[in-house]
């Protein structure tokens, strides 16, 4: 099979193939470098980045539940500068696109992380988190409005010219609208789902079993759901969709493709088996040859 034939476009970007790693759960790269090449990755989002840095939520921070992890980090990260410094030239050092995943509690500070990036070498695009459910202010009030939305991606369309991707929050009435309003705003792309607001309790010592009470569902628990507002999206919007929410393997991340995903991202996946990534490019690739098909942008949206 050609390598061509994996390749997709978002934005500035030509990715490899369509397979990304997301915010938050792949470390900050090297911590994956034993298990597999990180060249061969489509793309790598760094974990989300603030203007200053953030301790993050009380412990416990990780519970897994039925099918799926309930995470409440909040958002922990060295901030802007540390990144740049000690962070940023690991990545500079890979053959494969570095998209930054940057958070904000005001539009000011995402308007300002978008300038100082701007320009930086070795950073192919911007990821913008407005969807981050287990934090009390910032990104999820602009994630659950549309019309906060489109003044906020318009803003920071301005400071950037960045391939600019903004990542979407489930927890809205009506996500089509959410990602028509960060299309007219002026993002290049939308990626979707972030997790789903949820807790647990435990029943023995009757406290929460995350120290923030409310964290955020990943994992297969949530694939159908996501998958669903994968294809209420396409219907709605021309810019290109990265899916993720549950993807485990090849076979998820090609329902995706067929809903209307350009790409996708794998989270949880990357907790269970680090070799998660590597292994759903190579599933891919062997469904593409089974099924004779040439290009996977002709799967794009080819559901139904």
Not at 210 to 234: D, F, Y
Not at 262 to 274: D, F, H, K, V, W
Request: proline letters at 5%; hydrophobic letters at 40%.
């Amino acid at each position: 099979m050609r390598n061509n034939n994996l390749r997709i476009k978002i934005g500035k970007m030509v990715l490899k193939n369509p397979v990304i790693v997301s915010s938050g759960t792949f470390g900050f790269g090297e911590e994956f470098e034993d298990f597999f090449d990180l060249n061969q990755l489509g793309a790598v989002v760094s974990k989300g980045i603030s203007l200053k840095p953030m301790v993050g939520n009380p412990p416990p921070r990780i519970f897994e539940t039925e099918g799926g992890l309930i995470n409440s980090i909040g958002l922990q990260n060295p901030g802007l500068q540390e990144f740049i410094r000690n962070k940023l030239p690991y990545y500079r050092r890979l053959k494969t696109h570095l998209i930054v995943n940057i958070f904000g509690n005001t539009q000011t500070e995402y308007i300002e992380l978008a300038k100082r990036l701007e320009g930086v070498r070795g950073i192919s695009g911007l990821e913008m988190n407005i969807s981050c459910p287990n934090i009390k202010k910032g990104g999820i009030v602009f994630g659950s409005d549309p019309r906060m939305a489109f003044h906020l991606i318009r803003k920071v369309r301005k400071a950037t010219t960045s391939t600019l991707i903004v990542k979407l929050s489930p927890n809205v009435t009506d996500i089509a609208s959410i990602a028509k309003s960060v299309e007219e705003g002026g993002a290049d792309a939308v990626s979707l789902v972030n997790t789903f607001k949820a807790m647990a309790i435990n029943i023995h010592s009757k406290k929460p079993e995350v120290g923030n009470i409310i964290g955020g569902l990943s994992g297969p628990a949530i694939k159908p759901i996501a998958l669903r507002m994968v294809w209420e999206a396409h219907q709605a919007i021309k810019i290109p969709i990265i899916g993720m929410g549950g993807i485990m393997k090849a076979e998820d991340a090609i329902e995706f493709i067929l809903a209307g995903a350009s790409a996708i991202q794998m989270g949880t996946a990357n907790l269970i088996n680090p070799r998660a990534a590597i292994e759903t490019i190579q599933g891919i690739k062997k469904y593409l040859v089974q099924n004779k098909i040439d290009r996977i942008q002709t799967l794009i949206g080819a559901f139904g």
